[in-house]
């Protein structure tokens, strides 16, 4: 059982000495690790969600993992075109999202398993997108941290990046490590496989596609060469100096002040000590002392210059030399700026991100806040999520949640201000969504009111109540549903203080990380027992997307739908005749009354 495990335990450890990986496709036959994959990715969203076939995670079996294994021994397992589909981005264009077929999603993932463990370790600390325990909180929080007297910031954003990679690029590098041409082939057919728009095909003639479940893995491993490139090259080259040199100003004023304090002249000592107060005790402007720091997320990348803007402008021209003549990819013309760090604001990961200077603001006797990193929420941001909330510049009533619960409607309310507070607790402004907690509040009581035909008084009146939190009792709004001899299921709003938190990581949602032996639907599947009939042999598993949709109030559930009510799984493992009966099953009529 541990067999899978240790497969990638032993690519991880391979990665980490940098030796090179000879034998990776023959790991495609263990179907240790396809159940891995099946029990991380099942419970997704897309799991249940068709591509250019009908077929989806529903009816998963040994037998389908066997039928794959068997093409791969002979090199004839072919990745289909994804079904293409276009959502919108916020400046109203849109993007391209690929939809693979099942089969090819679970391959997918046994290729991303195995790619992620071999170079997770070589990857740079410096890149925090699609990576474990790390994400969007842990790059704001190296930035804050330790990017101190930044002059300027170079925002990077490369155009249309998954869209962009050049597949003969992207081969090299990874033919620099593993020297398996059956598994290069293998990403060679995934990446060309194509796609279908309106059931035409189209070529794939570079890119990765987005939705594609390898796709983020590959892009890492693309673009760390770029890391590579600032980390060994320019940071070495636009680096140097221990510390600045003393400002001359002050070291003047400070050996007056010595004199001053050996006569004893108490008032002269006081007025010199505050003209030093408002000087840099360092020359800001050192020839000799410079600093570059660098940040990625995905594509998205923002290096930090401490220097004359002239040489920021080289370091702009030399990253996008590098990713133009190495990577074949172009910088984003719009989105790639040079920013004044002092009197303008950089924008990264949703966050706008400046060097605060203030010559008044003390703590103690010194201006500690000068050249310290400031985390802020943009007031765009602010506005635009208020705005869905608002009718006339006023809250106003979700007509769309009327008929719900009142805990569905707390919840849907609670679920999207958490969801904003929390990613924003890092910025030290982050009492400005107060105005998102009003404007939200508001418009959940004037829902609730319609609902019940009531004020949005007496609404507050019901259901506000005091909670106790890590920062102390604090009030929110509640409802409940009260269930029989099990705890009640409870919907909040609000009820987070609106105060900053240095300490918080909030690192990407991955898929289930459990491990292999815990992963209960996999124990249930290896039984390969019946769970409606008790029959053994030839199972697969029935997945619908949500319990909901076999509990209608009025319906008579059938012999399997009871035991996926009871059980409260969203699965049923089902021998080949109970599946099939299940899908030629039409509901029960509503009961008689």
């Not at 409607?409 to 607790?425: K, N």
Request: net charge positive; glycine share 6%.
């Amino acid at each position: 059982m541990q067999r899978a495990k240790t497969v990638l335990g032993v690519l991880r450890e391979r990665g980490r000495r940098g030796l090179p990986c000879d034998e990776l496709y023959r790991q495609l036959f263990n179907p240790q690790l396809y159940l891995l994959a099946y029990g991380r990715i099942y419970a997704n969203h897309g799991a249940m969600t068709p591509g250019v076939t009908s077929e989806t995670v529903d009816g998963m079996s040994q037998r389908k993992i066997d039928r794959i294994i068997e093409a791969m021994r002979h090199e004839r397992y072919r990745f289909r075109p994804v079904r293409r589909v276009h959502i919108p981005k916020k400046n109203g264009k849109t993007r391209p999202l690929g939809l693979p077929t099942w089969s090819d999603k679970l391959v997918g993932e046994v290729v991303r398993l195995l790619l992620e463990a071999y170079y997770e370790p070589t990857f740079s600390d410096r890149s925090h997108g699609f990576r474990p325990r790390r994400g969007c909180h842990t790059a704001l929080r190296e930035v804050d941290h330790t990017w101190t007297g930044t002059s300027w910031f170079i925002e990077g954003d490369i155009a249309d990046c998954f869209g962009s990679l050049d597949h003969e690029v992207l081969l090299s590098i990874l033919g620099e490590k593993i020297h398996d041409q059956r598994f290069l082939r293998l990403v060679r057919n995934m990446l060309t496989a194509g796609y279908l728009e309106d059931w035409k095909w189209g070529a794939t003639l570079s890119g990765a596609p987005q939705g594609g479940v390898a796709s983020p893995v590959l892009s890492n491993i693309y673009l760390h060469k770029l890391d590579e490139f600032v980390e060994t090259v320019l940071m070495p080259e636009y680096t140097r100096g221990d510390r600045r040199d003393r400002n001359p100003a002050y070291l003047e004023l400070q050996n007056l002040l010595a004199k001053a304090r050996r006569r004893g002249d108490r008032v002269q000592a006081r007025a010199l000590r505050q003209r030093m107060v408002s000087l840099p005790s360092a020359d800001p402007s050192d020839p000799g002392y410079r600093r570059l720091r660098y940040i990625r997320y995905a594509d998205d990348h923002l290096l930090g210059f401490t220097g004359p803007k002239s040489e920021a402008e080289q370091i702009k021209q030399r990253l996008a030399q590098f990713l133009r003549d190495e990577l074949k990819l172009e910088l984003s013309q719009e989105k790639t700026l040079i920013t004044h760090a002092r009197t303008r604001a950089a924008k990264f990961l949703g966050y706008e991100i400046t060097t605060q200077h203030n010559d008044t603001k003390k703590t103690g006797r010194y201006r500690r806040v000068n050249g310290q990193i400031a985390l802020r929420v943009p007031r765009d941001v602010i506005k635009a999520k208020c705005a869905p909330y608002l009718d006339r510049g006023k809250p106003a009533k979700k007509t769309a949640l009327i008929n719900s619960s009142d805990h569905a409607i707390v919840a849907t309310f609670g679920t999207v201000y958490r969801g904003v507070v929390q990613y924003y607790l890092l910025a030290g402004d982050v009492f400005r969504l107060h105005r998102l907690q009003w404007v939200m509040e508001t418009s959940m009581l004037k829902t609730l009111a319609a609902k019940h035909r009531s004020s949005v008084s007496k609404m507050a009146a019901k259901h506000k109540t005091r909670i106790d939190t890590p920062g102390g009792p604090r009030v929110c709004f509640e409802a409940r549903i009260e269930r029989k001899n099990r705890k009640p299921l409870v919907a909040r709003f609000g009820g987070i203080p609106l105060q900053r938190q240095r300490a918080t990581e909030l690192a990407d949602r991955e898929p289930v990380r459990v491990d292999y032996p815990q992963k209960e639907l996999i124990a249930r599947l290896l039984a390969d027992t019946c769970e409606i009939c008790g029959s053994k042999g030839n199972v697969q598993v029935h997945h619908v997307r949500a319990l909901a949709d076999l509990a209608h109030a009025g319906w008579q559930p059938s012999d399997w739908a009871r035991v996926m009510l009871q059980r409260r799984r969203k699965t049923v493992v089902a021998c080949d005749t109970c599946h099939d009966r299940i899908h030629s099953e039409r509901p029960a009529r509503p009961l008689t009354q």
